[in-house]
Structures are given as structure tokens and as C-alpha cells.
């Protein structure tokens, strides 16, 4: 059955009896209705809040992209400095465009319409704000440095066009305009005040500019100059340092014309130069007449800006006063120190300096000359150089010219200065000396080489070159007679020296057999030397292969001998000295076989190991004494050790090269000459070449000898206690009593030349 809900709504409450009488009511209806409303509101709330949820997270989401691109974009565009800083408002914004383009394109529709594109674009915007401001502090900033980067390249451009012309006034002058239109162009709106900051600043920097380039050419009055017109725009502690060093500079060429005169006059007469300078003549007083002659005669001229201290340097050097320093401070404070300042006007005087404070900060800032028939001040101001009121600016005190007669500091050093000046044409002459003497020394050598030197002809060479300069013409005689002496050994050195070749070739043709070679090989072994005889012997022993075989069984016997590698080492190199000779196979293995196991006479070294290691010990003790020597003696103890072979004197040897100095240039030489003509080098044949080559370039022998004997002895006592006269007859050695001792070198000299001509033979 239908249930009429409306009736039955009605009729709820009723009594049964009464169902049929109850009136329509659709109260109850209308309150599921409400409730029904209600629940739907509520429901339509939480989607509502739900969807501003999501709408709000997207946009967060979206606009962090958003903040995190745009600052990236900011901080690279804030990379750029100056001029390349001046467009980043405009590549921000464009960016920026970009940027929330490209967002929009990949946001969900959430944000791009209604109320999330109404959120975003307010939060974005925030952002952007930002952004905005910042670059736009960002680029006023670069703006301004570029602005000032080109200023001061413009300052500086002009700066160095006057550093190019420091002489030129007109090109300074250019300058100047230019720095003052650079000035007013950029800081022409920040009113006067720092446009006057500006230009002192700027004109200071082309000052210092201006004084160091005059001061690094040398041009110090220039430097001096500047000093004056541009102090006051430098800073006080730069100008006075300025100042000194431009002073100091005065000085000292002041002491380097002196010099130059005083050489001029004197020559290389040092005792005449010194009765003068310290004598009463080198010194002259004040002419204060002078001073104030050459003050007044510039009178009306106008030497420029800031030119008051160099105009009083130049009066004052007129009379004869000691010129001062060019920057009016440091000038006061010098004669403070000289003790020449003083304030009482009743001790003024013609040609006193007067310090003037027209700034009115008790600084000395312009300096004029007294002049007491008149009383008034000449100065050389702004407006040419003319006479002023003592009083018409400040005073600050006064001071006496100091005269420039010289103290005695000033004579020791102007003496300095001469022989500085001595020494300098000493050195000039001694220059072009030894530029003739190398280059006939070098014509002669190259004829001695070729060895076709003739007397007359090097004397004629010797004549014509010197220029009647006597010191040259004794050098080079004594060079050319040397050459001329030894040009025969000289020779025949040339000619040993194809023996090598002749003694391999006729090894090679078998003209001589091996054992000829042998015989060949030791008979020039002197000639030859010691790397090149070992050589010899080696090949020789080559030609028969079967002498090859004989070492290796040798070489194995002491390997199956000796076990420690260092012994097999000690006796490999024993055999190979004791055998080297032998070059028939059968007599190599026997005297190999002999020195390993011993012969009926003497032991083998197989038997007695202390045989080889006695050898190599004195070997290691040879290159132990080699290395506690200076490395300049290593070629001439090679020699020492050919010439003595294996009979070397250990205590000889220390000896005679200990007590050489390797920095002893006739030491050195001696050992050179005993190398090359392989003569004895004992200490006594050493010292007669010492003593030869002394005397020849004219210097005392005694203090580059070896052990020489004491000068008191007589030259017969001294043949006694050094044997390098022993092989002088009886008759020499008498004739020699009477000599002095530089007598005896000399002649020494001439007996070793003459045996170099073979005029004598001292072997």
C-alpha cells in the first residue's frame, strides 16, 4: 500500500480515534527540509574550502618557481659592472616577462583564472617590487662608477700627454684646461665645494706626475720647479718628500760638476787635487751684492706660479750662498736645524730670506729676499717678481743665507768625488787597453795556431796597434814571446796527437802484430793518455775473438770463488788491470789463471782476497781525496794519476793539491802547463812555472808559490831549502847569490823562456 507521506506527517501524534479528522499540516516536511539545506550548506562549505586549498597550494607552488627564477635572473644581471649595468632594468623586466610566461604555460588552470590568478599575480608582483628596487639601486650605483672609471681614464689620458712633453708649457698648460673641463663635466651639479676638492686633487696627481718623469730623466731643476707650483695642491707630507729628494739630487750633482772640474784641472795629480781642496783656496764667502744684484735684475719678469724658492736658490747661488730647499716649509725647517732662523727684525740684513703665511695657518708659503737699503722684500710671485712690503703678508721669521763654503764634510766628499772621477777615466782607459790587447792577443793566437807567428811581423803588429802606449806594448811583447817560445812543443803536440790513429790503423792493416801494438801502445802511452791507451790495448786484444772466451772463463772462476758480489766486483777489476796487456789468448788465460790461483812465487788472489782489496782500497782512498777537493783540481788529479799509474803516493799527491787554491789563477795555470806537456807536477816544478808567468805579467811571484821560503834567506839557502834550482850548475847558482829575490824570479823567467825556444835543455 502507497504511504502518502504528507498524510501520514499529518497525522503523526494523533489519536487513533481522531486519525480521520486531522487537517492538512506539512510541518514536519518543511523541517526535513531545513535540515536537509543545512547538510548541503555545510557540504558545499567544505568544497569550497577544499578547492581554496588546493587553489592556494598551487599558487604557492607556482609563485616559489617564480621568486627562485627571478632571483637568479637578478643576481646574474647584478654580475654586470658599470657601463654593462646600465640596460639591466630593462633585460630584468624582459626576463621577467619571459619568466612568468613560460609559469603560466606550465601552471594548472587553478592558477592561471579566478581567484589563484588573482592570488599569484598579487604575490608576484610583491616579488617583483622587489626585484626592481634592488636592480635600480644596483644600476645607480654602476652608473655612477662608470661615470667615475671615465673620469679618471679621462684624467689620466691627459695626464700621461703630459708626462710625454714635462717641458713643454704649452702642452701642461693644454693639460690643465682639459683636466678642468673633465672636472666641471662631472661634478659641475655637486656645487663648488667639491668641485675645489676635485681640481686640487687632480692637479696634485699631475704634479707628482710631472716630478717624476723630470726626476727620472735626470732633469732635476725641471723637478725642482714643479716641486714649487704644485706642493700646495699635494699632500704636505708627499711635497716635502718631494722636496728632499729633489734637494739631495742638487747635491749631488753639485759634488759630480765639482768632481768633473776638479779632474779637469788635476788630472790623475791626487796630491795636488788633495793640497787644493783641503788647502785654504777651495772655499769663497757670501757676496750679498751678488744676491741681491741678480734678485733685482729680475725684476718685472714672471717666471710663473709657485716659482718663490727656486728664484731664491737661483740668487742665492749668484753670491755664492748655499741654495735651499724648494718647498717653503721644509725650507724654514731646514734653516731651524741649520740654526740660521731667527724672528728679531733688528738682525735683518741684505740677502736675508724672509718666510711669509699669506694662508694664515702659520705655515711658511712664500719667501722673499730682504733688501735693507729699501726694506722691502723681492719675491718672484703669481704676477712676475717685484718688491713688497715686509709686512705685507704674515711673517714668520727670517734667516741668514748659509754660505757654500765647504765644511769639512763638504771637502771629504768633494775628494770622494775626484777620485771617483780618477778611477772612472782610470777604468775608461784601462777598457780600451784591454780591447787593443784582446784583439791583437786574439791575431796572435790565431797565428800561433796555425803556427806561422814571425817576430818582426808581431813586433811590427805590437808597434802599430799600441799607439806608444808603453803598458800595451810590454804586454803583448812578453804575450807574442811566448807564443813564439812554445810554437815548437806547440807543434809537435799537433803532431802526436795523429799517433792514436796511426798506431789503430796499422792494428786494423796487421802491419804490426798485437803484441807489437802492445809494445807501440806503452811506448806513447804519455801522448796518448790513459782513456785512449786503454782503448788501444782493448781493441788489439779484439782482433783475436778467442781472447774473448779466455775472460769469461776467467770471470767465471772468480764467480764460483766469490760469492758476495762486492768481492767478485774488487777482483774482476784487479785481473783486468794485471792482464791487460796480454793479448795472445793462451799467455792472457795463464797470466789470468796465475793471478786468480797464484804462480811457485806469489799467492793468487783467490787465496789471499787482502791482495785485491789492499788494491781497491787504495783506489777508494785516491777518489776519497779527489772528493774532499775542490772540483776545479778534479782534471789535473786525473793527470797526476795517469802520469803515476798504480804506483800512486797518497801522501805526495794530498800534499801538492791541498795546498793549491783552486781560485789561484798562476796555481791553476801552473797545473795546466804540467797537464798539457805532461811534465812532473811536484811542487817545485809547479813553482818555477808559478814564478814565470808572475813575473811575465809583472806581479810579485811570493804570494801564489807553493811552501815558498821566507825572502830573508839568501837565494843559495833558498836552492838548498827548495829544489827548483837544483838542476842549475854550480856557476848559475853563485851568480844568483848576490841577486835580489825579484831579480832571481826574472831570471827564472828568462831561463824557462829560453828553454822554450830551445835555446837550452833543462830536461
Known amino acids: 500500500m502507497a504511504i502518502d507521506i504528507f498524510q501520514v506527517g499529518a497525522q503523526l501524534g494523533a489519536p487513533a480515534s481522531k486519525v480521520s479528522n486531522v487537517r492538512y499540516d506539512n510541518s514536519g516536511q518543511q523541517a526535513v ?21 588546493i587553489i592556494r597550494t598551487d599558487v604557492l607552488q607556482t609563485n616559489n618557481e617564480y621568486v627562485k627564477r627571478t ?22 623586466e624582459a626576463g621577467e616577462r619571459k619568466i612568468r610566461s613560460e609559469l ?38 654602476q652608473f655612477e662608477a662608470w661615470q667615475n672609471t671615465t673620469f679618471a681614464n679621462s684624467i689620466n689620458s691627459s695626464v700621461q700627454k703630459a708626462v710625454l712633453s714635462p717641458n713643454d708649457p704649452a702642452v701642461i698648460a693644454d693639460v690643465q684646461k682639459e683636466i678642468d673641463y673633465a672636472i666641471n663635466s662631472r661634478y659641475g651639479t655637486y656645487g663648488r665645494e667639491r668641485l675645489d676638492l676635485e681640481y686640487r ?29 704644485y706642493g700646495p695642491y699635494m699632500d704636505p707630507g708627499v711635497t716635502s718628500a718631494y722636496a728632499k729628494n729633489v734637494y739631495a739630487r742638487k747635491q749631488e750633482e753639485r759634488q759630480f760638476k765639482m768632481g768633473q772640474s776638479l779632474y779637469a784641472t788635476f788630472g790623475e795629480d791626487e796630491g795636488a787635487a788633495r793640497d787644493y781642496i783641503f788647502g785654504d783656496n777651495f772655499s769663497n764667502a757670501i757676496d750679498t751684492n751678488a744676491i741681491l744684484k741678480a734678485a733685482n735684475g729680475d725684476i718685472g719678469k714672471n717666471f710663473g706660479e709657485n716659482q718663490c724658492t727656486v728664484s731664491i736658490n737661483r740668487w742665492l747661488k749668484a753670491g755664492g750662498a748655499k741654495e735651499g730647499n724648494t718647498w717653503a716649509p721644509t725650507n724654514m725647517a731646514d734653516a731651524k736645524k741649520n740654526g740660521v732662523f731667527f724672528t728679531q727684525r733688528n738682525q735683518l740684513r741684505d740677502g736675508d730670506i724672509v718666510y711669509w703665511d699669506w694662508e694664515g695657518n702659520d705655515d711658511s708659503d712664500h719667501v722673499g729676499l730682504y733688501e735693507k737699503s729699501t726694506g722691502k722684500v723681492i719675491q718672484a710671485g703669481s704676477h712676475g717678481t717685484a718688491k713688497l712690503d715686509l709686512d705685507h703678508y704674515k711673517v714668520l721669521g727670517f734667516a741668514h743665507p748659509i754660505s757654500a763654503a765647504p765644511t769639512l764634510e763638504d771637502r771629504q766628499k ?41 817576430s818582426q811581423d808581431m813586433r811590427n803588429m805590437v808597434f802599430s796597434a799600441s799607439g806608444g802606449d808603453a803598458e800595451i806594448e810590454r804586454t803583448l811583447l812578453k804575450f807574442g814571446d811566448d807564443l813564439i817560445g812554445i810554437q815548437t812543443k806547440a807543434a809537435a803536440a799537433v803532431s802526436n796527437s795523429g799517433i792514436y790513429k796511426e798506431i789503430k790503423d796499422a792494428i786494423t792493416n796487421s802491419t804490426v802484430t798485437p803484441a807489437e801494438a802492445v809494445s807501440l801502445i806503452n811506448q806513447n802511452a804519455t801522448v796518448l793518455g790513459e782513456a785512449d791507451r786503454s782503448r788501444l790495448l782493448a781493441f788489439a786484444r779484439n782482433q783475436d775473438p778467442r781472447n774473448k772466451d779466455v775472460d769469461k772463463q776467467l770471470t767465471t772462476m772468480i764467480n764460483e770463488a766469490l760469492s758476495d758480489p762486492v768481492e767478485r766486483g774488487e777482483a774482476q777489476i784487479y785481473l783486468d788491470n794485471a792482464i791487460e796487456d796480454k793479448t795472445d789468448p793462451q799467455k792472457r788465460y795463464d797470466a789470468g789463471y796465475g793471478v786468480l790461483y797464484g804462480t811457485k812465487d806469489k799467492p793468487g788472489i783467490l787465496q789471499n782476497k787482502a791482495i785485491f782489496k789492499n788494491y781497491n782500497s787504495k783506489q777508494r782512498e785516491w777518489g776519497s781525496l779527489k772528493s ?48 798539457v806537456y805532461n811534465s812532473p807536477m811536484y811542487i817545485q816544478e809547479l813553482n818555477k812555472q808559478i814564478a814565470a808567468m808572475a813575473v811575465r805579467d809583472g806581479v810579485d811571484a811570493a804570494p801564489h808559490l807553493l811552501d815558498i821560503p821566507q825572502q830573508s834567506e839568501t837565494v843559495v839557502q833558498q836552492n838548498e831549502s827548495t829544489p827548483w834550482f837544483s838542476d842549475w850548475g854550480a856557476s848559475e847558482r853563485t ?24 835555446e837550452i835543455n833543462e830536461e
Open 414 to 454: 768633494a775628494w770622494n768625488t775626484y777620485i771617483q772621477e780618477v778611477n772612472i777615466n782610470k777604468a775608461i782607459k784601462a777598457n780600451q787597453q784591454n780591447m787593443i790587447i784582446k784583439n791583437i792577443e786574439q791575431r796572435l793566437w790565431d797565428n800561433f795556431k796555425t803556427g806561422i807567428i814571425d
Open 735 to 758: 851568480g844568483l847569490a848576490a841577486m835580489s829575490f825579484s831579480d832571481t824570479l826574472e831570471a827564472i823567467k828568462q831561463r824557462h823562456l829560453a828553454a822554450l825556444r830551445g
Open 628 to 675: 774532499s777537493l775542490s772540483p776545479k783540481l778534479y782534471p789535473y788529479i786525473d793527470a797526476y794519476q795517469i802520469q803515476n799509474g798504480n804506483n800512486i803516493d797518497l801522501g805526495q799527491a794530498k800534499t801538492i793539491f791541498e795546498s793549491i787554491n783552486p781560485n789561484d789563477k798562476y796555481q791553476i795555470s801552473a797545473l795546466q802547463y804540467a797537464t
Open 104 to 141: 603560466m604555460a606550465q601552471s594548472p588552470q587553478s592558477v592561471r583564472y579566478g581567484k589563484g590568478a588573482m592570488l599569484f599575480d598579487y604575490s608576484a608582483q610583491q616579488t617583483d617590487n622587489a626585484n626592481r628596487r634592488v636592480l635600480g639601486q644596483y644600476r645607480a650605483q
Open 201 to 229: 686633487k687632480w692637479t696634485g696627481v699631475l704634479g707628482q706626475a710631472l716630478i717624476d718623469r723630470s726626476y727620472a730623466n735626470g732633469d732635476i731643476n725641471t723637478a725642482e720647479a714643479y716641486v714649487e707650483k
Open 33 to 53: 527540509a531545513r535540515e536537509s539545506a543545512q547538510t548541503g550548506r555545510i557540504i558545499q562549505a567544505g568544497v569550497e574550502h577544499v578547492r581554496e586549498q
Open 71 to 92: 632571483n637568479e635572473l637578478r643576481m646574474q644581471l647584478m654580475q654586470k659592472k658599470e657601463k654593462g649595468a646600465l640596460d639591466i632594468v630593462s633585460e630584468y
